[in-house]
């Protein structure tokens, strides 16, 4: 017959079991405290996005909201109104949540989860987000009528996704990071990039040719800015002929091109973004720099890499 352990043995057994559970509960509660404290802290590297009421809110990461940008740059570039931003946006959320990633269903890569296989492009082609982002507009500016369509019909007469629901919940978020990122909502993107060393300077050549690349050439002349860029500044005309903001009446071009650098404060090593009467830097925000009896400077967007 087979021994029966003896109840003190029993007993030291459970208590064993418990402090080993207990251990690894406290361990697993302590994470899960750092993470949350670290993902509420107000320094930790994130980007948000604020309705002007303040009611809304959308909070993403660096790099997702450097590809959100890249998004908006590439559609306003090519003359496609709002709410092809959106529905660009919100596919993009669904399909890889803002995140160039170089995997997905089948052959799928990238932003929208493209596929080479099903004519998108070369899969070199496809993870860089401006190419991507390109062949997105050109299949949505085919769809009839797409501006009039529910925003999950539109993305889905271009995606052909197995889940042609799923881009509908997104479209709140997609409404507010568009507003901001084309630059109708003055302000209202802020990024807080992770504290720079001396040892990793900006380049203002590389902020010139991102800008030219995302925007195209027209919108950095290069005689205004070659000289700027080697003081580690880049100036960026606006256009006087740009439609004015509703709430501070500054071109709407101008809070495009700001609220693209500040998204890029990350992977470009910006430092300071000018614009009007506002003055973002990394670490403390937007705030808002007001000269007696002198109007806000409209004309340009003043950008500071790191040095």
């Not at 479209?171 to 504290?195: H, I, M, V």
Request: proline residues 6%.
């Amino acid at each position: 017959m087979p021994r029966t352990a003896s109840p003190a043995r029993r007993r030291r057994s459970r208590l064993l079991r418990y402090a080993a559970a207990f251990t690894v509960l406290a361990a697993l509660g302590g994470y899960l405290a750092v993470q949350y404290d670290s993902s509420t802290t107000e320094s930790a590297p994130r980007c948000v996005v604020r309705a002007a009421d303040g009611d809304h809110t959308y909070e993403m990461s660096l790099h997702q909201a450097a590809n959100a940008a890249t998004i908006s740059a590439v559609g306003t570039t090519r003359g496609m109104p709002e709410r092809a931003v959106t529905i660009a946006i919100a596919t993009a959320i669904q399909e890889s949540t803002l995140r160039n990633i170089d995997y997905g269903d089948r052959d799928s890569v990238g932003l929208f989860q493209q596929r080479p296989s099903q004519g998108w492009g070369t899969v070199a082609e496809i993870m860089d987000p401006v190419y991507s982002a390109g062949e997105f507009y050109d299949h949505l500016a085919e769809v009839p009528g797409y501006s009039r369509l529910p925003l999950t019909v539109a993305a889905q007469r271009v995606q052909r996704s197995g889940f042609p629901q799923a881009y509908a919940k997104h479209e709140p978020d997609a409404a507010l990071l568009a507003a901001a990122l084309t630059g109708r909502e003055p302000a209202s993107l802020n990024c807080t990039p992770p504290k720079r060393t001396a040892e990793s300077p900006g380049d203002a050549a590389q902020v010139r040719a991102e800008l030219i690349r995302t925007f195209g050439k027209d919108v950095l002349p290069g005689a205004v800015a070659a000289g700027a860029s080697a003081a580690g500044t880049v100036s960026v005309p606006v256009p006087a002929s740009a439609r004015a903001t509703a709430e501070d009446r500054a071109p709407q071009r101008g809070w495009e091109l700001a609220h693209w650098a500040v998204a890029h404060s990350d992977d470009l090593l910006i430092e300071r973004v000018s614009y009007a009467d506002r003055v973002w830097e990394a670490g403390s925000g937007w705030r808002t720099e007001r000269t007696k009896d002198k109007e806000p400077d409209t004309t340009a967007v003043g950008i500071r890499v790191a040095r």
